[in-house]
């Protein structure tokens, strides 16, 4: 069985530097790249996927491509795993 974690992700595009911090339910991204022809969706992938010490390809976007709030699908990650690796 794909073990897999989906979360709600923020993803503020833009920010002076770039970050991932869990709260309130919600993993919150910034990143500095604008929200232009996708360069923050790439950009908040690599920032995950660097945090949690995946590769870029296990993470994907569900839902939300061209909104802040989104549904990212972490693939061989289960939720629990990912919280302890973001702390």
């Known amino acids: 069985m794909d073990e897999r974690a989906v979360v709600q992700v ?6 002076k530097r ?4 869990f709260e309130e339910g919600v993993l ?5 790249e604008r929200a232009i ?3 923050a969706n790439r950009a908040a992938i690599a920032t995950l996927a ?3 010490g995946v590769a870029p390809s296990s993470i994907e976007i569900l839902r939300g491509e061209h909104a802040p709030f ?6 061989g ?5 990912m919280l302890d690796r973001l702390r």
């Open 10 to 15: 923020r993803v503020k595009p833009g920010a």
């Open 18 to 21: 770039a970050s991932v911090v």
């Open 28 to 32: 919150r991204i910034a990143v500095r």
């Open 37 to 39: 022809d996708g360069a």
């Open 50 to 52: 660097k945090a949690l």
């Open 70 to 75: 989104k549904r990212i699908a972490f693939h």
């Open 77 to 81: 990650i289960t939720r629990e795993e």
